[in-house]
């Protein structure tokens, strides 16, 4: 099962992308809310916060996630401020949205980086009504007045990202200001760059090879046989955090930004497609002279990964494939996500944002690919395995149709997971991937 910290570590990943420089001292706390009768309905989030960063490590940040059953958080339902670096005076951060079909609770992360003071206070939440008017929905602690200096981040979850810190101190403190008596300052000291490697980022292990008009980036980790990664839609190498070290201890691991995402940037209008992708990666692979490779695709990756073993039988050795479809029907995939898809892109189309312009062909990219024939599977001559979650937004009988169309596939349906195995349960991942590809002959 996730839990809140295991998320913690999505969320710092994602503001990494944006070259968020990581401390010693990051924390993140969490507001949890119940949404789960709300659903459907529009939200209103918000919280005060100022800072007084003490060097260039200091800032602040918030992020929204909402999550569902099994604390599966739900990846669409993702927001984040900007970063806050040093305001001095209080600023509100807001965030509207709708509360997804299937969660549970909503998630607001405080993050605090480096070193300064951080203060947060007013955290509201509002729900629109029927008649369209805003009602505040009252909140445990929301304005920190049940705070004590004993028990500063009362209710408050993941403390234990702060009080495991040594150089991170909570208080409640008073303000004149009657409509701010009590206020959370976290004060955070002696913060040291993080030197921890933070796939996706990494320059001693990352490269760049020009592919068919782009410039690709990949990692590569470890020795022995070679074994490519690839993300899902909108994901980077950073996805597969808890795959590398377990998988460079036996293969030389060779984890790819796939291209618009990451740092394998596209500033192009047309559209994506998956033979595009799976052309890319046979660009790649010949630029470093490799054939007969293993790979592992989860999602659009799983899809790029049929594809490339489709159409060019010898470059692949073993194949895995989690969460993969052929293609964007209602036969593969679960109707709901489809239906969220569509009104998510329908409503970033409506704001018309440049910045948007790779997210859009992203999402238009699934809804209208793949479109793999079943027959061409029976070209691949890899030892494969399909893995799905026994939750997966992908059908299981779709998942069977692809096992079935591919000579000798294995088929592995994981108990009790989802679509996001690969982050929620990786132990569990790890060691199904592995077995395969040490035991499979």
């Known amino acids: 099962m996730k839990s809140i910290l295991s998320i913690l570590l999505i969320v710092i990943c994602t503001y990494s992308k944006a070259q968020l420089k990581n401390s010693t001292n990051d924390i993140a ?30 800032l602040a940040a918030f992020m929204v996630l909402q999550v569902g059953d099994g604390m599966s958080f739900l990846e669409q339902s993702r927001k984040k401020s900007d970063q806050i670096a040093n305001n001095q005076s209080w600023k509100t951060c807001t965030f509207e949205g709708i509360i997804e079909d299937g969660a549970i609770k909503l998630w607001l992360y405080f993050l605090t980086y ?28 929301g304005n920190f007045e049940n705070s004590t200096i004993k028990s500063p981040l009362k209710g408050l979850a993941n403390t234990e990202s702060l009080l495991k810190k040594e150089n991170v101190v909570a208080t409640i403190i008073q303000e004149p200001n009657p409509d701010r008596s009590r206020v959370l300052k976290i004060q955070s000291i002696n913060a040291l760059p993080d030197n921890r490697i933070v796939y996706g980022l990494n320059r001693k292990a990352g490269n760049y090879i020009r592919v068919n008009g782009i410039k690709m980036y990949y990692e590569i980790y470890g020795d022995g046989e070679p074994l490519v990664l690839l993300h899902g839609n909108g994901g980077s190498i950073n996805s597969f955090s808890a795959q590398i070290p377990a998988f460079s201890k036996h293969y030389k691991v060779i984890a790819i930004d796939t291209r618009g995402q990451g740092k394998s940037k596209d500033v192009n209008s047309t559209s994506f497609s998956y033979n595009q992708f799976a052309d890319d990666l046979k660009v790649l692979l010949d630029s470093l002279n490799l054939k007969n490779v293993n790979l592992l695709g989860w999602s659009d990756g799983g899809n790029t990964g049929l594809i490339l073993a489709s159409q060019y039988p010898s470059y692949i050795k073993k194949l895995i494939t989690m969460g993969a479809n052929l293609n964007p029907s209602e036969d593969a995939l679960s109707k709901k996500i489809l239906t969220i898809t569509k009104r998510d892109l329908n409503k970033i189309k409506l704001e018309n944002k440049k910045e948007d312009l790779v997210t859009i062909r992203l999402m238009e990219m699934l809804l209208k690919e793949p479109n793999i024939n079943p027959e ?4 691949i001559t890899a030892k494969t395995m399909i893995i799905a979650g026994e939750k997966d937004v992908i059908l299981e009988k779709h998942t069977r149709l692809i096992a079935e169309s591919i000579p000798h596939a294995k088929l592995n349906i994981l108990k009790a997971q989802t679509h996001f195995v690969v982050e929620e349960n990786p132990e569990l991942f790890n060691q199904a991937v592995l077995e395969f590809l040490l035991n499979s002959n």
């Open 29 to 58: 706390l969490v507001k949890e809310i119940d949404v789960k009768k709300y659903r459907g309905q529009a939200f209103k989030l918000s919280a005060d916060v100022q800072t007084k960063a003490i060097d260039g490590l200091g």
């Open 114 to 141: 480096g070193n300064g003071d951080f203060y947060l206070d007013n955290i509201r939440f509002q729900i629109k009504t029927a008649d369209g008017t805003w009602s505040a929905l009252p909140l445990f602690n």
């Open 376 to 379: 061409s599977l029976k070209s």
